[in-house]
């Protein structure tokens, strides 16, 4: 890709828009920086350009003439490719790609990709630790798990790793990135307020192993049989992974243990020797080993790196005990598949905490999931009537509502006797309330402290 005195527009003002820019302008491009929220602050916006140099930024409305000097659009993962000003770009025969396709360009190395709907951020960051453990220091650990793929591209080597976290956003807007290894975990519906259609966003999730060639690796989740249809259209190698059934090739699990089969059978470990627990979790590992195996990894590092990971930040995080009551951090259970997940881990009477932006989901089968552990849910943010509306038609009534998230969480401690346990698992994404959910998780963390 040749952007040199180019002029380059990157919409989006946030991480991946910052990493964009400074990417383009290390190779000659000229940037304009736009962003459609017209009360920004133009000038916090440059102190996060630092060392980028000259860049020109629009906020609110872009002008018709502004188009007429495009070469290139970048856009940011938050950016739905739908927008009309993103359609007239189209028209106009202005090439637009997303922040991974920019990165993917420049950068150099090896990319293992992870996308699913649950269990990217687990999968990824095990993933990542077993390849800094074969690899050290060059491995990159990138995505939407925090890191924007775009501010490290430009430090990467022939010799390096990124292990990236691609959502259904990333991936949507991509051209010719081609992980070598990639891994689809899991579909349930997820953000249909911007794909509008299940199919629309499993297609997206599909588009990671669109360019992969038969010298490449996908793992895919045998027990989704869409998956299973998916793959016989594929050019790569495919892998699977089942946490229900013995496969002739790939890995799944075998009573207790994890078994890795490609040529001969290989013992990984035993689901007891793990610090991470559940199903959902056993999956997880069960993609990573998989991935790094077919990487080339020796089974010694895969397996004594399994063994010691004690899972992520805001994902079924034990918190602390006050008085008796255990307080558990899942604000990353954005969604109703993955709020189940934290429901099914709870082992004792639980006050749960739901509710935050609307993602256009349906949430009876989550309430459905409580199975009499949840003695009272307290719903605040945007979704809360919504909630409550298919709790009643569900048949689950001990619910209250909280004007404020700290009110939700007092309220919370006040219900909670010992031996009960409080969990943040909203089934809803923190916007609105919060600008994301680590966010959302380190106020629950705070507050939960100050007790």
């Given at each position: 890709?040749?952007?040199?005195?180019?002029?380059?527009?990157?919409?989006?003002?946030?991480?991946?828009?910052?990493?964009?820019?400074?990417?383009?302008?290390?190779?000659?491009?000229d940037v304009i920086l736009?962003?459609?929220?017209?009360?920004?602050d133009e000038e916090k916006?440059?102190?996060?350009?630092?060392?980028?140099?000259?860049?020109?930024?629009?906020?609110?409305?872009?002008?018709?003439?502004?188009?007429?000097?495009?070469?290139?659009?970048?856009?940011?993962?938050?950016?739905?490719?739908?927008?009309?000003?993103?359609?007239?770009?189209?028209?106009?025969?202005?090439?637009?790609?997303?922040?991974?396709?920019?990165?993917?360009?420049?950068?150099?190395?090896?990319?293992?990709?992870?996308?699913?709907?649950?269990?990217?951020?687990?999968?990824?960051?095990?993933?990542?630790?077993?390849?800094?453990?074969?690899?050290?220091?060059?491995?990159?650990?990138?995505?939407?798990?925090?890191?924007?793929?775009?501010?490290?591209?430009?430090?990467?080597?022939?010799?390096?790793?990124?292990?990236?976290?691609?959502?259904?956003?990333?991936?949507?807007?991509?051209?010719?990135?081609?992980?070598?290894?990639?891994?689809?975990?899991?579909?349930?519906?997820?953000?249909?307020?911007?794909?509008?259609?299940?199919?629309?966003?499993?297609?997206?999730?599909?588009?990671?192993?669109?360019?992969?060639?038969?010298?490449?690796?996908?793992?895919?989740?045998?027990?989704?049989?869409?998956?299973?249809?998916?793959?016989?259209?594929?050019?790569?190698?495919?892998?699977?992974?089942?946490?229900?059934?013995?496969?002739?090739?790939?890995?799944?699990?075998?009573?207790?243990?994890?078994?890795?089969?490609?040529?001969?059978?290989?013992?990984?470990?035993?689901?007891?020797?793990?610090?991470?627990?559940?199903?959902?979790?056993?999956?997880?590992?069960?993609?990573?080993?998989?991935?790094?195996?077919?990487?080339?990894?020796?089974?010694?590092?895969?397996?004594?790196?399994?063994?010691?990971?004690?899972?992520?930040?805001?994902?079924?995080?034990?918190?602390?005990?006050?008085?008796?009551?255990?307080?558990?951090?899942?604000?990353?259970?954005?969604?109703?598949?993955?709020?189940?997940k934290g429901i099914q881990?709870?082992?004792?009477?639980?006050?749960?905490?739901?509710?935050?932006?609307?993602?256009?989901?349906?949430?009876?089968?989550?309430?459905?999931?409580?199975?009499?552990?949840?003695?009272?849910?307290?719903?605040?943010?945007?979704?809360?009537?919504?909630?409550?509306?298919?709790?009643?038609?569900?048949?689950?009534?001990?619910?209250?509502?909280?004007?404020?998230?700290?009110?939700?969480?007092?309220?919370?401690?006040?219900?909670?006797?010992?031996?009960?346990?409080?969990?943040?698992?909203?089934?809803?994404?923190?916007?609105?309330?919060?600008?994301?959910?680590?966010?959302?998780?380190?106020?629950?963390?705070?507050?939960?402290?100050?007790?």
């Open positions: 890709m040749e952007t040199t005195e180019k002029q380059v527009l990157v919409f989006g003002s946030g991480k991946s828009g910052i990493g964009s820019v400074k990417l383009l302008k290390r190779h000659g491009a736009y962003d459609g929220n017209e009360k920004l916006v440059r102190e996060n350009l630092e060392e980028a140099g000259k860049v020109r930024i629009i906020l609110g409305k872009l002008e018709e003439e502004v188009l007429e000097e495009l070469s290139l659009v970048v856009l940011s993962p938050g950016v739905p490719t739908d927008l009309p000003l993103i359609l007239k770009m189209r028209e106009r025969g202005i090439p637009v790609i997303g922040e991974v396709e920019l990165a993917y360009e420049y950068g150099k190395g090896s990319v293992l990709a992870i996308t699913g709907t649950n269990g990217k951020t687990t999968t990824t960051t095990l993933l990542g630790e077993i390849m800094k453990n074969y690899r050290g220091r060059d491995v990159f650990v990138v995505g939407n798990i925090g890191n924007p793929y775009t501010a490290v591209a430009g430090q990467m080597t022939e010799n390096s790793i990124a292990v990236a976290e691609m959502s259904s956003f990333q991936l949507e807007s991509i051209v010719s990135f081609r992980p070598h290894v990639s891994a689809i975990l899991n579909y349930t519906p997820d953000h249909l307020n911007r794909h509008h259609t299940m199919e629309a966003y499993i297609a997206a999730k599909e588009n990671i192993a669109r360019n992969q060639t038969e010298d490449d690796f996908c793992i895919l989740n045998y027990e989704e049989e869409i998956m299973r249809e998916f793959a016989k259209n594929l050019k790569c190698q495919v892998l699977y992974f089942s946490s229900r059934r013995k496969l002739e090739k790939g890995i799944y699990l075998d009573g207790n243990d994890i078994i890795y089969r490609n040529q001969e059978e290989v013992p990984v470990c035993s689901i007891k020797e793990l610090q991470i627990l559940g199903t959902h979790n056993y999956e997880n590992v069960m993609a990573a080993v998989c991935m790094a195996a077919v990487y080339g990894v020796p089974m010694e590092i895969i397996r004594e790196t399994v063994k010691s990971f004690k899972g992520v930040e805001h994902r079924i995080e034990y918190v602390t005990e006050k008085k008796g009551v255990a307080y558990y951090n899942d604000s990353k259970g954005t969604n109703p598949d993955a709020a189940i881990a709870m082992n004792r009477p639980t006050v749960l905490l739901g509710g935050g932006y609307d993602k256009d989901s349906e949430y009876t089968q989550w309430i459905n999931s409580f199975d009499g552990k949840v003695k009272k849910l307290i719903l605040m943010g945007k979704t809360r009537e919504k909630i409550a509306a298919d709790a009643e038609k569900c048949g689950f009534l001990d619910f209250d509502f909280a004007d404020t998230f700290e009110e939700a969480v007092y309220m919370a401690a006040d219900l909670a006797e010992p031996g009960d346990a409080v969990l943040l698992s909203p089934a809803c994404a923190s916007w609105g309330m919060f600008p994301n959910y680590e966010v959302r998780g380190e106020k629950f963390k705070e507050i939960v402290n100050s007790l």
